[in-house]
């Protein structure tokens, strides 16, 4: 992590427990992660899309348990941020078991689907917080964290309809879209 870049929280390994659920490797599941369905296909070709991936933390953890579970990964971790694309590279060369399989991609999910082909699934961790909530926050968040990765707009829900239509274009059919998303959003 560095400065520019939003530090991973705890509520975030719940992207990641729900998408190894939905892969059939999470056999600690608990809590709402049960609900998760299974998709039922086997791992050696999984192709993942980890949207607004700031540290890659999400995109690394998912295709390290695909590894370790006997599988063949391809992902792809997308973030606009140069700052982002920085550190999510330098995390993958040190972090990912085999950091050839994945890819960091500058790209504006809010401007365009990005070119991938056909994914079995896509993760994000997008901003979601409020403009009034901005002016709420603990100073510890709102001093420390970028405001690209916290601010979506007087809802919190700017990044959720380009990511829907990213989702709709290139999930494969049974495929998955996991995201995070802010306690009055559900």
């Known amino acids: 992590v560095a400065p520019g870049v939003l530090?991973?929280?705890?509520?975030?390994?719940i992207v990641v427990e729900s998408a190894a659920k939905?892969?059939?490797?999470?056999?600690?599941?608990?809590g709402d992660v049960l609900n998760v369905p299974e998709y039922?296909?086997?791992?050696?070709?999984?192709?993942?899309a980890d949207?607004?991936?700031?540290?890659?933390?999400?995109?690394?953890?998912?295709?390290?348990?695909?590894?370790?579970?006997g599988g063949g990964v391809t992902g792809y971790l997308i973030d606009i941020s140069d700052?982002?694309?920085?550190?999510?590279?330098?995390n993958v060369q040190s972090q990912?078991?085999?950091?050839?399989?994945?890819n960091v991609i500058k790209h504006d999910v809010l401007?365009?689907?990005?070119?991938?082909?056909?994914l079995d699934f896509i993760v994000s961790n997008p901003p979601y917080i409020t403009n009034k909530e901005m002016d709420e926050l603990d100073s510890v968040v709102k001093d420390h964290e970028p405001d690209l990765a916290l601010r979506a707009g007087d809802t919190g829900l700017?990044?959720?309809?380009?990511?829907?239509?990213?989702?709709?274009?290139?999930?494969?059919?049974?495929?998955?879209?996991?995201?995070?998303?802010?306690?009055e959003q559900s």
């Open 7 to 13: 530090i991973p929280r705890a509520d975030t390994e």
């Open 51 to 69: 949207l607004c991936t700031g540290t890659g933390c999400i995109g690394i953890s998912i295709a390290n348990e695909i590894v370790r579970a």
């Open 111 to 118: 401007g365009s689907v990005p070119e991938l082909g056909a």
């Open 22 to 30: 939905f892969l059939g490797i999470n056999k600690m599941a608990a």
């Open 83 to 90: 700052t982002a694309i920085g550190i999510s590279t330098e």
């Open 158 to 183: 700017d990044f959720y309809g380009p990511i829907l239509n990213i989702a709709k274009a290139l999930l494969k059919d049974g495929g998955a879209l996991i995201v995070e998303h802010g306690y």
């Open 96 to 102: 990912a078991i085999r950091h050839e399989t994945l």
């Open 40 to 48: 039922g296909k086997d791992l050696s070709d999984i192709r993942f």
